[in-house]
């Protein structure tokens, strides 16, 4: 998934990228950004595996051959600083947030709205690749992420919220295509490792369930995910 991701991001910015037919040199022109400062903002759509956060909504469902699907679809909003520490890397404190709801309905039960949210500030370290309009950039890095869940039954009115935090590892790729002097196209992908472990309430209770086979498991907000970004790079 993440490949072909990839691959439309890098025909994506090799198409829109103009032919400026500059004068002065690659070369020059790369030294010139060294020390710059930029930023990127934009939108994301990321298919997450939360597996133990999956079983736990298995479990609501009434019918014993209803499943969630492990993988499903979560939106994504971002903001990346990024300094160019010389022509061949730059570093980048991203800012991602990553947001999902379900709502599930059992005749006995009522309307179960589960909602969790999770920051995602990433420190990266990017290779960079500058052309005549266009950069390339792929690299990785380490983040402390958090995440938070919030669900409420309709029927009986129970409310719960809960939070974790854990260490991730993010790896990317993306993509800029000059729409000026200091304005780009963003266009990423990038895939995420996260273990946010033992999710616990307000009083500090760690957040349990029974599985469908009846096993005991603590909930965590562990995950991978795949997702593409598409934003504006302003360059200072």
């Given at each position: 998934?993440?490949?072909r991701?990839?691959?439309a991001?890098v025909?994506?910015?090799?198409?829109?990228s103009?032919?400026?037919?500059?004068?002065?040199s690659?070369?020059?022109?790369?030294?010139?950004?060294?020390?710059s400062?930029?930023?990127a903002?934009?939108l994301g759509?990321?298919e997450?595996?939360?597996?133990?956060m999956?079983?736990?909504?298995?479990?609501?469902l009434?019918a014993?051959d209803e499943r969630?699907s492990?993988?499903?679809?979560?939106?994504?909003?971002?903001?990346a600083?990024e300094?160019?520490?010389?022509?061949?890397?730059?570093?980048?404190?991203?800012?991602s947030?990553?947001?999902?709801?379900?709502?599930?309905?059992?005749?006995?039960?009522?309307t179960?709205?589960?909602?969790?949210?999770?920051h995602m500030?990433?420190?990266?370290?990017?290779?960079?690749v500058?052309?005549?309009?266009y950069?390339?950039?792929?690299?990785?890095?380490?983040?402390?992420?958090?995440?938070?869940?919030?669900e409420?039954?309709?029927?009986?009115?129970?409310?719960?919220n809960?939070?974790s935090?854990?260490?991730?590892l993010a790896?990317?790729?993306?993509?800029?295509?000059?729409?000026?002097?200091n304005l780009s196209?963003?266009?990423g992908?990038?895939?995420?490792f996260a273990?946010?472990p033992?999710l616990?309430d307000?009083?500090?209770r760690?957040?349990?369930f029974?599985?469908r086979?009846g096993a005991?498991?603590?909930?965590?907000?562990?995950f991978f995910?795949?997702?593409?970004?598409?934003?504006?790079?302003?360059?200072?």
């Open positions: 998934m993440l490949a991701t990839a691959a991001v025909s994506a910015v090799l198409i829109a103009p032919v400026t037919g500059q004068t002065r690659g070369e020059q022109e790369t030294s010139e950004r060294v020390g400062f930029g930023i903002a934009g759509v990321t997450a595996d939360a597996s133990d999956v079983d736990y909504l298995n479990t609501y009434a014993s969630m492990r993988f499903t679809t979560a939106t994504e909003f971002f903001a600083p300094y160019r520490l010389s022509g061949m890397f730059s570093l980048t404190l991203e800012y947030y990553l947001l999902k709801s379900y709502e599930l309905s059992r005749w006995d039960y009522g179960l709205t589960l909602t969790y949210g999770i500030p990433t420190l990266m370290l990017q290779r960079v500058d052309g005549d309009g950069a390339f950039k792929f690299g990785g890095g380490l983040g402390w992420y958090f995440g938070s869940m919030s409420k039954l309709s029927v009986y009115g129970a409310e719960r809960a939070r935090s854990g260490p991730a790896l990317d790729i993306e993509g800029n295509s000059s729409l000026g002097d196209v963003y266009l992908a990038d895939a995420r273990s946010l033992e616990k307000g009083d500090g760690t957040v349990t029974h599985d086979s005991g498991r603590t909930l965590s907000l562990s995910s795949a997702g593409i970004k598409l934003g504006l790079l302003y360059t200072f």
